[in-house]
């Protein structure tokens, strides 16, 4: 199992689009993954758990994975979100 904490930097947070890029690269990896913020946890796949955590800008979320490519889903979905959610 991995984890890392990272902040949330882009002005909308993790909601409607940046979720949505958010969960399809989730989905590009075979390890279970969560996320964990103020105190929820939500599967990082399901698009509205992601959005039933209020994930605004500035807020630090923790990523956890736990399987063959863990390593590789946390550093690549934390890329993405240290990149605003563009690829």
């Not at 979320?61 to 550093?75: F, R, W």
Request: net charge negative; charged share 25%; hydrophobic share 40%.
């Amino acid at each position: 199992m991995v984890s890392r904490s990272v902040k949330i930097e882009n002005n909308v947070g993790l909601h409607a689009r940046p979720a949505t890029y958010f969960i399809q690269k989730t989905n590009s990896y075979q390890s279970s993954i969560w996320i964990e913020c103020e105190g929820g946890r939500v599967n990082a796949k399901s698009l509205l758990g992601v959005l039933s955590l209020g994930i605004n800008q500035g807020m630090e979320i923790k990523l956890i994975a736990d399987g063959d490519d863990e390593e590789d889903a946390v550093s690549g979905l934390a890329a993405l979100i240290e990149r605003g959610f563009s690829e």
